[in-house]
């Protein structure tokens, strides 16, 4: 009979493993591999996050590198931030999402050091310090008390919410027990807004939000309503009103203090205006006159003054500007032109309006006339960029040397290109828009205090269409006139690094208290100028 196998002796080779061993090392070997393939696709994904940053730094890199606004007329400046923003944000979330998953390497792309703002912190704001310490300080090696040998200290930004308070005037009366004398009191302090409840700090501050930070009153009203400060929208255009019309001295001497210099720019934007007995609004004007001397090293501080004017009438320039003898760089609007028929005033023009008109043409059709004209405009410009900041001499002799060549050889070129196209085509407009005001264009040769362009005024008109944009139209005609006093004082304050809000709350408190007229230049932006040492330590 066959032996069962069962009863035959085992023998197993030494290499060979029992079934639960095998079991456990395939095991082993499985898990092995799923954690290679984790490993891999976490590897995988953070090499795409950081072709992702890579790809979005790139971007960024390639938009500063390029030079927006009107100049170039590619993209607004506040386009140009929001775009930046937002791909600074995505940069920022996908950092954050590579840190969370896993630490990258020491020495590895992914280590790149955050541009974040590490600049020291103003000494002016006040500290609060905060030490943390440890809880026991005895040596655990000897048991003595360890003692301190340094600290490592940072700094952050912090912010208190704006917060109301509510300021309480008591007035005492006294009079006499022992006869029927009059009574006596303390007089009550001026106040802006007479019976009102804001003081001159609370009106500064509607001012710069609805003027500097473009916050429409409506919208400041929900705002103080959230904090349980019921303020309607018609009592805050109230106190604007009331304390435009206490300014109106200060922008009235402002203007006539720009109108003293020897070289203004000028311009104008609409500024639409509710017009009730037509239902719908009107196109009132705000015309804009800018000094600014620091890229010729002058000594005046720049300003800006901005008039309301209903209509757009060549007269309006000539109205504001009376008494103003000197250079008026400019547009080619006709208004200025008759305004230099009088003798007094001659006429810069601007090479960025010359420019603009062939940068149209390119854009829509590609056009090699086109395409050349800002080529050699661009060499202009280029000029430029080396000397500003020189003085007025110095630029001078620059342009001679350098520009004056290019402008020599322009016009023929330009004259000839106008003889070799169709009289009706756009090329020819363009061409014909610059020889037509060609002795005003070339003007900044021979002056140095010339600016090329007239960016310098158009920089001034962005903030009035960006205050359109949020507050749409001005009520009235009185509220065009208050537009244009209050922006004044506070572009004028921008342009000169003083705090607006600072500002206007000290002049509000001075006219109240009755500053005397005669020394109105005190309440000028001008007379709140630092020193020169402290704007370079700020």
Same mark, same amino acid.
């Given at each position: 009979?066959?032996?069962?196998?069962?009863?035959?002796?085992?023998?197993?080779?030494?290499?060979?493993?029992?079934?639960?061993?095998?079991?456990?090392?395939?095991? =082993?070997?499985?898990?092995?591999?799923?954690?290679?393939?984790?490993?891999?696709?976490?590897?995988?994904?953070?090499?795409?996050?950081?072709?992702?940053?890579?790809?979005?730094?790139?971007?960024?890199?390639? =938009?500063?590198?390029?030079?927006?606004?009107?100049?170039?007329?590619?993209?607004? #400046?506040?386009?140009?931030?929001?775009?930046?923003?937002?791909?600074?944000?995505?940069?920022?979330?996908?950092?954050?999402?590579?840190?969370?998953?896993?630490?990258?390497?020491?020495?590895?792309?992914?280590?790149?050091?955050?541009?974040?703002?590490?600049?020291? =912190?103003?000494?002016?704001?006040?500290?609060?310090?905060?030490?943390?310490?440890?809880?026991?300080?005895?040596? #655990?090696?000897?048991?003595?008390?360890?003692?301190?040998?340094?600290?490592?200290?940072?700094?952050?930004?912090?912010?208190?919410?704006?917060?109301?308070?509510?300021?309480?005037?008591?007035? $005492?009366?006294?009079?006499?027990?022992?006869?029927?004398?009059?009574?006596?009191?303390?007089?009550?302090?001026?106040?802006?807004?007479?019976?009102?409840?804001?003081?001159?700090?609370?009106?500064?501050?509607?001012?710069?939000?609805?003027?500097?930070?473009?916050?429409?009153?409506?919208?400041?009203?929900?705002?103080?309503?959230?904090?349980?400060?019921?303020?309607?929208?018609?009592?805050?255009?109230?106190?604007?009103?009331?304390?435009?019309?206490?300014?109106?001295?200060?922008?009235?001497?402002?203007?006539?203090?720009?109108?003293?210099?020897?070289?203004?720019?000028?311009?104008?934007?609409?500024?639409?205006?509710?017009?009730?007995?037509?239902?719908?609004?009107?196109?009132?004007?705000?015309?804009?006159?800018?000094?600014?001397?620091? $890229?010729?090293?002058?000594?005046? #501080?720049?300003?800006?003054?901005?008039?309301?004017?209903?209509?757009?009438?060549?007269?309006?320039?000539?109205?504001? =500007?009376?008494?103003?003898?000197?250079?008026?760089?400019?547009?080619?609007?006709?208004?200025?032109?008759?305004?230099?028929?009088?003798?007094?005033?001659?006429?810069?023009?601007?090479?960025?309006?010359?420019?603009?008109?062939?940068?149209?043409?390119?854009?829509?059709?590609?056009? #090699?006339?086109?395409?050349?004209?800002?080529?050699?405009?661009?060499?202009?410009?280029?000029?430029?960029?080396?000397?500003?900041?020189?003085?007025?001499?110095?630029?001078?002799?620059?342009?001679?040397?350098?520009?004056?060549?290019?402008?020599?050889?322009?016009?023929?070129?330009?004259?000839?290109?106008?003889?070799?196209?169709?009289?009706?085509?756009?090329?020819?407009?363009?061409?014909?828009?610059?020889?037509?005001?060609?002795?005003?264009?070339?003007?900044?040769?021979?002056?140095?205090?010339?600016?090329?362009?007239?960016?310098?005024?158009?920089?001034?008109?962005?903030?009035?269409?960006?205050?359109?944009?949020?507050?749409?139209?001005?009520?009235?005609?009185?509220?065009?006139?208050?537009?244009?006093?209050?922006?004044?004082?506070?572009?004028?304050?921008?342009?000169?690094?003083?705090?607006?809000?600072?500002?206007?709350?000290?002049?509000?408190?001075?006219?109240?208290?009755?500053?005397?007229?005669?020394?109105?230049?005190?309440?000028?932006?001008?007379?709140?100028?630092?020193?020169?040492?402290?704007?370079?330590?700020?």
């Amino acid at each position: 009979m066959r032996r069962c196998d069962s009863a035959r002796p085992v023998t197993t080779a030494p290499d060979s493993l029992p079934t639960n061993a095998k079991a456990l090392r395939a095991l =082993l070997l499985a898990e092995r591999a799923r954690h290679a393939e984790e490993l891999a696709a976490a590897r995988d994904e953070a090499s795409r996050a950081q072709d992702e940053v890579g790809r979005l730094m790139a971007i960024i890199k390639e =938009l500063q590198r390029h030079r927006f606004g009107r100049r170039s007329e590619r993209l607004d #400046p506040e386009q140009l931030a929001l775009a930046l923003e937002d791909l600074e944000q995505a940069i920022a979330a996908a950092e954050a999402a590579a840190e969370k998953d896993q630490k990258p390497p020491t020495g590895s792309v992914a280590a790149r050091k955050r541009q974040i703002n590490r600049g020291a =912190l103003p000494p002016h704001l006040p500290r609060e310090e905060i030490v943390i310490d440890v809880a026991d300080k005895t040596c #655990p090696c000897c048991g003595g008390p360890k003692h301190r040998i340094g600290e490592d200290v940072s700094e952050r930004l912090d912010v208190i919410p704006a917060r109301l308070k509510v300021i309480v005037t008591r007035r $005492p009366k006294y009079a006499c027990r022992a006869c029927a004398g009059e009574v006596s009191q303390a007089p009550a302090p001026e106040r802006l807004i007479e019976n009102g409840i804001p003081t001159e700090t609370l009106v500064a501050h509607v001012l710069v939000a609805k003027y500097a930070d473009h916050t429409p009153l409506y919208r400041q009203a929900q705002i103080y309503a959230r904090q349980g400060i019921t303020l309607d929208r018609s009592t805050l255009a109230d106190w604007v009103g009331r304390a435009a019309f206490a300014l109106r001295p200060v922008h009235a001497r402002l203007l006539e203090q720009l109108k003293q210099s020897t070289k203004l720019f000028a311009d104008e934007t609409t500024a639409p205006v509710l017009d009730p007995g037509r239902g719908c609004t009107k196109k009132g004007q705000l015309w804009a006159y800018a000094r600014d001397e620091r $890229p010729w090293q002058g000594p005046d #501080p720049p300003g800006v003054s901005y008039v309301y004017a209903p209509d757009r009438k060549h007269a309006r320039p000539a109205e504001h =500007l009376a008494g103003f003898s000197g250079t008026l760089q400019v547009d080619g609007y006709g208004a200025y032109a008759e305004l230099a028929e009088g003798g007094n005033v001659e006429l810069a023009f601007c090479w960025s309006h010359v420019r603009r008109r062939f940068y149209e043409i390119q854009v829509a059709t590609p056009a #090699p006339i086109a395409s050349e004209a800002l080529v050699r405009i661009a060499a202009l410009y280029a000029v430029e960029s080396d000397i500003r900041g020189l003085s007025a001499d110095e630029r001078r002799q620059a342009r001679q040397r350098h520009t004056k060549p290019l402008i020599d050889a322009l016009r023929p070129w330009l004259e000839a290109k106008l003889a070799a196209v169709s009289g009706k085509s756009t090329i020819a407009e363009a061409i014909r828009y610059a020889l037509s005001r060609w002795d005003g264009l070339i003007r900044f040769l021979d002056d140095g205090r010339i600016e090329i362009d007239s960016n310098v005024v158009e920089r001034s008109i962005r903030p009035i269409a960006l205050g359109r944009k949020n507050h749409l139209f001005a009520g009235s005609d009185g509220g065009g006139e208050h537009w244009a006093v209050i922006a004044s004082l506070i572009e004028t304050c921008k342009v000169n690094d003083v705090d607006p809000e600072a500002y206007l709350r000290d002049v509000l408190a001075k006219i109240v208290a009755r500053h005397p007229m005669s020394r109105i230049d005190e309440l000028l932006p001008f007379a709140y100028l630092r020193p020169a040492v402290d704007r370079a330590a700020a």
